[in-house]
């Protein structure tokens, strides 16, 4: 069965460092890999996702992430962290043979401090 | 667009008391899901459809009930109402039927049940 685990419930950053958010899935076949961001009494909104070709993959406010398929991981990152990228980020995987539903991580709240 | 929109915002509840939330969206989407996000646990798939008439069990159905008669809308019911179902409660929607397609959240249903 596919999953995905998120290592870090919480990851703090200064403004103006970058920031890494770790994800790291597993599923039987290609995965397609998604990031989401949720701020406070909000629902959660698409940042970017893999689907095939380019490792690198640009999304939304400038986040991007890099699909490792040897190390099965999919880590969030952005250059410089702005105090308004606080929020909980959730990573999703889909195994695409079984065309199920999206499975989510738990979740890691990102603090950026000024 | 509205988007995905859910009703009630907020809704306290006895034991054994039932409820319906809402869930509408207005793009035409396929697939709709409801989750619920409990603190530190990411979100579980309640149920999802495919399509107007179609729904499916997700990882944690029992307890809940959904209909699709329509494609904009997908309800989910609660019968008998236990401090368990205490939760966040999300409806999201994505178009299509292949695995790439992101998903689109609504604002959320917090709901405590006393």
């Known amino acids: 069965a596919q999953s995905v685990a998120q290592p870090e419930d919480q990851v703090n950053v200064a403004e103006g460092n970058p920031l890494t958010v770790k994800c790291t899935y597993s599923?039987?076949?290609?995965?397609?890999l998604f990031w989401y961001v949720q701020y406070p009494n909000r629902g959660l909104q698409f940042l970017l996702k893999y689907i095939t070709g380019d490792n690198l993959v640009k999304g939304s406010y400038g986040f991007e992430a890099e699909f490792n398929k040897s190390q099965t991981s999919f880590h969030l990152k952005k250059p410089s962290a702005l105090v308004s990228d606080s929020a909980l980020y959730f990573c999703?995987?889909?195994?695409?043979?079984?065309?199920?539903?999206?499975?989510f991580g738990k979740g890691t709240r990102l603090s950026v401090i000024a | 667009n509205a988007g995905v929109t859910q009703t009630p915002k907020f809704r306290i509840l006895k034991i054994g008391q039932s409820m319906t939330l809402q869930c509408t969206q207005d793009?035409?989407?396929?697939?709709m899901y409801w989750y619920r996000q409990d603190p530190g646990m990411g979100l579980k798939l309640i149920y999802y459809?495919?399509?107007?008439?179609?729904?499916d069990k997700g990882e944690v159905p029992n307890g809940y009930n959904v209909s699709r008669s329509t494609t904009e809308d997908f309800p989910l019911r609660l019968e008998l109402a236990a401090p368990s179902q205490t939760s966040v409660y999300f409806c999201?929607?994505?178009?299509?039927?292949?695995?790439?397609?992101?998903?689109?959240f609504g604002p959320g249903t917090r709901l405590t049940v006393t």
């Open positions: 459809s495919v399509g107007a008439g179609i729904t």
């Open positions: 999703a995987v889909r195994d695409p043979p079984r065309n199920t539903p999206l499975v």
């Open positions: 999201a929607s994505s178009y299509g039927t292949g695995p790439t397609y992101e998903q689109y």
């Open positions: 599923v039987s076949g290609n995965p397609y």
């Open positions: 793009m035409n989407h396929n697939y």
